[in-house]
């Protein structure tokens, strides 16, 4: 009998049919805030179906919001948060994937209970494989994250906790994934160039896009208290978007290198921490895998990050310079982030000239052998950092640097021999080389004087003469003291191949006249001592 009286008592409506009869309301676009995100760009999917089936191509992608449920379920809103997420769960078993009423149709103190509704429905992440599928419910989620952007970009109050917690969640939801594994090897990736290759595009942009300009203008809101925002936008959220620069998309790379500056630049807290997991990647590239897509775009937030150091420099700075920065030259695709290395590196000179011996050093420890377009690289960056050193720190590695240069001088190939030589243009590296022409000039001059007599290409040796020329003026008696020597030291080279061969005619003289009978042929020892005195130096082959 009691189950006859509950049972014609009147149901309490579900917040689901809540949503569907609330749900019949226009969405209106902002103009202005589509222009600004390019929506002829973003218009891709427009309505064209009917059909509110989502469920078997949408996903509530739970496995991210599990990942930080640690890190954003610290306060007692644990209840309110689940149930967006369930609601927006039950949307999809039930097939009804409506829009809600746009901000504009619900008065002022509705409109913090209709955004935690619009970021709820935002949770519900689709299939982007097939264009074909979801059209009408993906231009629903579109125009929802285009208001929900709109909100952030123009709220006047303090994000509280609860709107922190669920923008947090709803970005990871549709952001953290993992991505395809494509099978290149390093042949591939140390020949792809950008020019020439089609960029990968990533199908899911016209939703992605969107996602992170919220988290951007969320960010730099002023009305996001960073010690508030600090427990939701936390260590494993910002682990989760340094795992996005692996992305093959360049547009969702470049978002992400805004959002992670403005990130360090807003949570101090975070800054070491950053810092740190931006050194891991970097030690994994270098001593692992030597892949990944993102190393530019760190590189180049590391730039702005170094320029903003105080002086003196800490330890902790010098220590990535050395063990993360200059190993970086390592890898056979650094051609794709060479430039923002070198301005990186040339930033740590320019704080502290102190670490000139310890760059250029670093530098010729990871010189290439076999590699011309990467050695050319090399001689554009050392001209960087010389630029930037004082005469004590030249001094200290002038020896080592001046026999590779003098290496490169000689090279066959001609951009390399050609680079070298341009090295004599910068005023100050030429300053610099005639205040220490009495160490220089000795180790570089038999370099000059190959390359002025047997150098293949004519502009190599055009420019050999004026660099000749430069050490003539600068200092006669010792370029003339160097031409001697260099001719004595080729004069006794000269003398010594033609003992060699001498000793090895008087071994084949010996050789044929034993050659009628078996007999074997006996060397005498004076014969052989000769041989092993008068033998090569490695210099001297070098020479050759």
Not at 445 to 474: C, G, M, Y
Request: aromatic letters at 8%.
């Amino acid at each position: 009998m009691i189950k006859q009286i509950f049972g014609k008592l009147p149901r309490k409506p579900s917040k689901s049919s809540h949503n569907d009869s609330n749900g019949n309301g226009g969405v209106h676009g902002n103009s202005s805030l589509n222009s600004s995100l390019g929506t002829n760009s973003l218009n891709n999917s427009k309505p064209g179906s009917t059909s509110s089936k989502s469920s078997s191509s949408a996903s509530s992608n739970n496995g991210p919001l599990n990942s930080h449920s640690s890190g954003w379920n610290k306060l007692n809103h644990g209840k309110k948060t689940s149930s967006l997420a369930t609601q927006a769960g039950h949307v999809l078993t039930s097939g009804a994937y409506e829009a809600l009423p746009s901000f504009r149709d619900v008065p002022n103190s509705e409109k913090q209970s209709l955004f935690l509704r619009k970021l709820g429905l935002c949770y519900v992440v689709f299939d982007f494989s097939d264009p074909s599928k979801n059209l009408r419910e993906k231009d629903i989620k579109r125009q929802t994250l285009l208001e929900l952007v709109d909100y952030v970009s123009s709220v006047s109050t303090k994000f509280n906790e609860v709107a922190m917690q669920e923008i947090t969640r709803m970005v990871a939801a549709n952001l953290f994934r993992t991505f395809p594994s494509l099978n290149h090897d390093n042949k591939i990736l140390e020949m792809y160039d950008a020019e020439d290759e089609e960029p990968a595009m990533d199908p899911a942009w016209p939703h992605l896009q969107i996602v992170y300009e919220l988290l951007l203008r969320f960010v730099v809101s002023p009305e996001t208290d960073a010690k508030l925002a600090k427990r939701y936008i936390d260590h494993p959220f910002v682990l989760r978007l340094l795992d996005l620069f692996d992305s093959y998309d360049q547009r969702e790379r470049e978002y992400l290198k805004t959002i992670l500056h403005r990130i360090y630049g807003k949570f101090m807290v975070h800054r070491p921490y950053i810092r740190k997991a931006i050194n891991n990647i970097f030690y994994r590239f270098i001593f692992e895998t030597e892949k990944h897509n993102g190393i530019a775009e760190l590189l180049e937030i590391l730039g702005s990050i170094i320029n903003g150091f105080a002086l003196p420099l800490k330890e902790e700075h010098k220590l990535f310079l050395v063990r993360a920065l200059i190993p970086l030259h390592k890898p056979k695709c650094v051609s794709m982030y060479h430039q923002q290395l070198s301005y990186c590196i040339t930033q740590f000179v320019e704080k502290d000239f102190k670490l000139a011996d310890t760059v250029i050093r670093g530098l010729l420890k990871y010189w290439p052998v076999t590699n011309s377009s990467k050695e050319v690289m090399f001689l554009g960056e050392l001209e960087e950092v010389l630029e930037a050193t004082q005469a004590a720190e030249f001094q200290r590695c002038m020896v080592p640097l001046f026999r590779k240069i003098g290496r490169c001088l000689n090279s066959l190939h001609l951009q390399v021999a050609e680079r070298a030589l341009f090295l004599w243009n910068n005023d100050h590296v030429r300053n610099l080389i005639t205040q220490n022409r009495t160490v220089i000039l000795p180790i570089i001059f038999p370099s000059l004087e190959r390359n002025t007599r047997n150098h293949w290409n004519p502009a190599v040796q055009s420019l050999t003469l004026n660099v000749r020329k430069i050490f003539l003026d600068a200092d006669q008696a010792l370029f003339d003291e160097c031409l001697a020597r260099f001719q004595e030291n080729e004069a006794k080279e000269k003398e010594m191949q033609e003992k060699r061969e001498l000793i090895w005619k008087r071994l084949e003289d010996v050789a044929a006249s034993k050659s009628v009978s078996n007999e074997a042929v006996l060397v005498s020892r004076s014969i052989s001592s000769m041989a092993i005195n008068s033998s090569p130096t490695p210099k001297a082959t070098a020479g050759r």
